[in-house]
């Protein structure tokens, strides 16, 4: 392959920085470090979140890669991963992950056309705001064996059960639902998708806290919730096929490599007007030593998520499995590692957060506390090294007695 940008992509790519670069000067001072605290934590946050998702669909960058058909225009794959990429060296809000990135898939590749017609142009228009119904308490790397039920009565679904980790449900608007359909299945069948309304009787969020007190994650509990069986998404009992296609669309990572870019040039700008027995941070060995690990680090994560991309443009889906794997489970351990490095180069102000004594504004306090939880969500590194052992190396799953 060939790692070099075209001239119409390095175009692109320059588009895309000057319109983050002057956007961002726009977030409030609640949107703090941004990431998923920034955009959901606070009212200020979030709405900074929806001004810029609008901002994005005005230019149709929210739907570009899409097809022509579902309002998009048809974009490379490449170019959307260099928009990941600039996006994330920003830091920036306004693509909601959920809505975008995996129920529009889930739509173009399961729904029947009046279901597309009615839910993908909210979408592109960045009007519509989601959160994911999957995990539970007792069904998380085991997705398969979840047991929030969905049963039909009449022109609805029933739905009770309770769903946990779920990211931004205190802002959504609708979920995409993951339900057993049918009672009497295991495992993957009998599951269905749905697209499920958050005001509807029944459905209860409660606040997950961070130990810092940020709200991000939630549970979701259903008692009785009925949903029109028009928003049952596919065929019923077929949703877990539909889900491991969500689950292997575009995920190149792009974004992650970037960011720690980002945060190692302001690590290296901290080292540099930081002085240390009498010299600068920037001329210990042991601190070079880190900023050159995380630097090579990141320049080998971009190169993976330009492969990805580039993959997916030639139709190596079988691939793409392997390397988005990869690609998380290295851009999740590299911002750990990084994040690591800072707290000790920082010291004791390090672990400030909020505090005008914080280096670089408690960023590194951010990604610290942050990175511990990103090897678990969007499945857990432990699985994404299963997925490469058996899809990617060919070796056999272990029985455990």
Known sequence: MDFRLTKGEESKKQEFTAF???????????????????????????????YMAVKLADKGWLSMAWPKQY???????MEQ?????VR???????????????????????????????????????????????????????????????????????????KTWTTGAHRAEY?????????????????????????????????VLYMNGKHVYNEVFFKDVKIPAEDLIGVEGEGWALTRQTMNFERSGAGGFSGARRYLEQMIAYAKKTTRNGQPLSKDPNARRKMAEVFIGAEVGKSLAY??????QKGDFAG??????????????????????????????????????????????DLYQMSKGATIFAGTNEIQRNLI????????????K
Request: charged share 20%; hydrophobic share 40%; proline share 6%.
């Open 20 to 50: 983050f670069e002057g956007e961002m000067k726009n977030a409030p001072p609640q949107f703090g470090n941004g990431g998923l605290e920034g955009v959901y934590d606070t009212e200020e946050g979030f709405a900074f979140h929806k």
């Open 71 to 77: 309002g998009g225009r048809d974009a490379s794959i």
């Open 81 to 85: 991963v260099v928009f990941d990429e």
């Open 88 to 162: 994330g060296y920003y830091n920036a809000p306004g693509v909601d992950a959920f809505a975008v990135g995996m129920f529009a898939p889930t739509l173009m590749a399961g729904a029947n056309d009046e279901q597309k017609a009615r839910l993908l142009p909210p979408i592109a228009e960045g009007k519509a705001f989601y959160c994911q119904g999957w995990s539970e308490p007792d069904a998380g790397s085991d997705l398969a064996s979840l047991t929030t039920t969905a049963v039909r009565e009449g022109d609805h679904y029933v739905v009770n059960g309770q």
């Open 175 to 207: 979920m995409f639902l993951l339900a057993r359909t049918d009672t009497e299945s295991k495992r993957g069948k009998g599951l269905s998708v749905f697209h499920l309304r958050m005001e509807l009787p029944g459905v209860q969020v409660r606040p």
């Open 307 to 312: 492969k990805i991309g580039w993959m997916h």
């Open 320 to 365: 793409l499995i392997t390397a988005a794997s990869a690609s998380k489970l290295y851009s999740t351990e590299l911002a750990q590692k990084l994040a690591n490095y800072a707290t000790e180069m920082m010291g004791l102000y390090g672990q400030l957060e909020e505090d005008p004594l914080a280096p670089l504004g408690g960023a590194m306090s």
């Open 389 to 400: 052992a058996w899809v990617g190396l060919g070796l056999p799953r272990l029985k455990f």
